[in-house]
């Protein structure tokens, strides 16, 4: 199976901002507004993306992964010289989404 493209995953991100893609977080214990550092998961419509926290700011989308199956990966993208998707965003946008993430309850 064909991995996610950062492109693809931005496409995701913008989603999520428009209202399109409401998130839920994966573990109730473990959500964005209580995280300085670390891996932070949420559902997004069937879709499931891990964003990591670097000292309470977003710093990254760790990995994502589509409903069919197809994944992403922050490691992947970074070996083969690619952006992170968050980087694909504007900085109004990924400021929006720290802001979602940490509503995100």
């Known amino acids: 199976m064909e991995d996610l493209t950062p492109d693809e995953a931005a496409v995701v ?4 901002l428009a209202g399109i893609r409401p998130l839920v977080p994966v573990d109730a214990r473990r959500v964005w507004a209580m995280t300085a550092f670390g ?10 993306c891990v964003f990591h926290a670097e000292d309470g700011s977003l710093d990254r989308l760790e990995s994502i992964r589509a409903p069919d199956g197809r ?11 690619h952006d992170n998707p968050l980087l694909l965003l504007d900085e109004g946008e990924r400021q929006e989404l720290e802001i979602r993430l940490r509503e995100c309850r």
Request: aromatic residues 20%; glycine residues 16%; without cysteine.
């Open 71 to 81: 994944e992403g990966h922050w490691t992947r993208w970074f070996t083969a010289g």
């Open 39 to 48: 891996p932070v998961g949420v559902f997004a419509d069937g879709w499931r």
């Open 13 to 16: 991100l913008r989603e999520i």
